[in-house]
């Protein structure tokens, strides 16, 4: 199952990004005086007592005057709606109940969504807890008072957010039916994709960049069998900020990721892939996610014997984290080589989940560790005891050492290559736990 997605909603200066950090324990976003220098990641994932959850920041609202704040506000009101399962919605004690306050509520009311209501900057109780009570004016339940930047009051409030997440049974019986996100940048076909899928005009197609609206679920049975695809919205509305717009489509890319068990990454054969491609391919490879790329328009391509191998080279390159990535030559306006997608759809699945016996992991660990001595320090060796498959989606593995320290990645990664050498594991990532003898699993 999916984990929630928590997102953040507030005006400029209200503590978004820092109680983003604070609750990611890292400082991701710049933090600045200045309105609007939220840059950079906009998601993070958190973890809070048996419960993890994906938490975005909707953004940076530059406040050129009141109107832009707001419809800016809206906006990011409107990301959070589409995408998130709980709302945070920060506002600011020191500064008091302003109207932008009042009118993005009305919004997050309508929407029937759960929402949080966080007071930030109550450092001290005594001194603000009057001006606390004025916020239950927005009528969207009990204000939390908070101090991100001291970090008081943050257990409250996510005991709060996780009371919200969805009951996990509902979605099982679901789960049998893969889940396919289609992802990529704008214009590079995965409407088209999916409309060819499908057979029918489902999706609004049109050369202008952002014209899909939201992210569409569609089933599609092909050879008996049926697939959940989901199109993750292209953009919202052109003649926004590009800012704005990518930051959107990023949050949309998450969220499909995180729902999805197989990534179907879009590229567009005639511009090659980009730093844009590889970044959505890194969003899906840290989540563990198995991953096609898909090379559409390859009708419009002129080739000759060495062009495939040309661009196979080209996206390895650039994609040279995620080796195990399957490719696939397709398009999707004539409908070429979509059997072939389907059929690696369902060999990426299977290798998701396969699992293999502790002995049999074991035979490929001792062949590996005679073939290259584990390495030492200072006079110590590392010695591997065992190894045993602990999950699937992605496969995990669990290897028992010594001391973890002289567990180089290096080595995990040659122990790794064998694992694939062995069994394949074509187009998922392997997680590998290191653990000492000793310490509970």
């Given at each position: 199952?999916?984990?929630?997605?928590?997102?953040?909603?507030g005006r400029p200066n209200v503590g978004k990004s820092t109680l983003f950090n604070a609750l990611a324990g890292e400082k991701i976003s710049i933090v600045k005086d200045t309105p609007g220098v939220t840059r950079d990641r906009i998601y993070a994932d958190v973890s809070w007592l048996d419960k993890s959850f994906t938490m975005i920041d909707t953004g940076g609202i530059e406040p050129d005057s009141g109107d832009i704040i707001l419809s800016q506000m809206r906006e990011q009101a409107q990301i959070a709606i589409d995408t998130a399962d709980v709302i945070i919605f920060i506002t600011d004690v020191q500064q008091g109940l302003v109207d932008s306050d009042a009118k993005v509520a009305d919004m997050l009311r309508r929407s029937q969504k759960p929402v949080v209501l966080v007071v930030n900057k109550v450092d001290s109780h005594q001194k603000y807890m009057m001006d606390v009570y004025e916020f239950y004016n927005l009528g969207i339940g009990e204000p939390m008072a908070i101090s991100a930047a001291n970090r008081m009051g943050l257990g409250d409030m996510l005991d709060e957010v996780v009371k919200h997440f969805p009951e996990e049974t509902e979605q099982e019986e679901e789960d049998d039916i893969p889940k396919i996100a289609v992802v990529g940048k704008p214009n590079v076909g995965k409407s088209s994709l999916i409309n060819k899928l499908l057979g029918e005009d489902r999706v609004i197609v049109s050369d202008i960049a952002g014209t899909t609206r939201d992210a569409i679920d569609a089933k599609v049975e092909w050879n008996g069998k049926e697939y959940i695809f989901i199109d993750t919205a292209g953009l919202r509305r052109k003649g926004k900020v590009k800012e704005e717009l990518e930051r959107y489509s990023v949050i949309r890319t998450v969220t499909a990721v995180e729902r999805a068990h197989v990534v179907v990454i879009v590229i567009d054969a005639t511009e090659g892939v980009t730093e844009q491609d590889a970044k959505i391919a890194g969003i899906a490879h840290e989540r563990g996610k198995g991953v096609i790329?898909?090379?559409?328009?390859?009708?419009?391509?002129?080739?000759?014997?060495?062009?495939?191998?040309?661009h196979t080279n080209r996206i390895r390159e650039v994609l040279a984290y995620m080796p195990y990535a399957e490719l696939v030559f397709i398009s999707a306006k004539t409908g070429q080589r979509l059997p072939k997608l389907f059929e690696t759809i369902d060999a990426v699945i299977e290798n998701q989940t396969l699992r293999i016996q502790t002995g049999v992991l074991n035979e490929i660990l001792s062949e590996a560790v005679a073939m290259q001595q584990p390495p030492s320090d200072r006079g110590k060796r590392l010695k591997i005891f065992y190894m045993t498959?602990?999950?699937?989606?992605?496969?995990?593995?669990?290897?028992?050492?010594?001391?973890?320290?002289?567990?180089?990645?290096?080595?995990?990664?040659y122990i790794e290559n064998k694992v694939r050498d062995a069994f394949g594991f074509r187009g998922t990532p392997l997680k590998f736990i290191i653990r000492e003898r000793g310490e509970k699993s």
């Open positions: 199952m999916s984990k929630p997605v928590v997102a953040i909603v790329i898909a090379v559409n328009k390859w009708d419009a391509i002129e080739k000759d014997d060495k062009t495939i191998y040309k498959q602990v999950g699937v989606r992605p496969p995990t593995f669990v290897i028992f050492v010594n001391d973890k320290e002289l567990m180089h990645f290096s080595y995990t990664r």
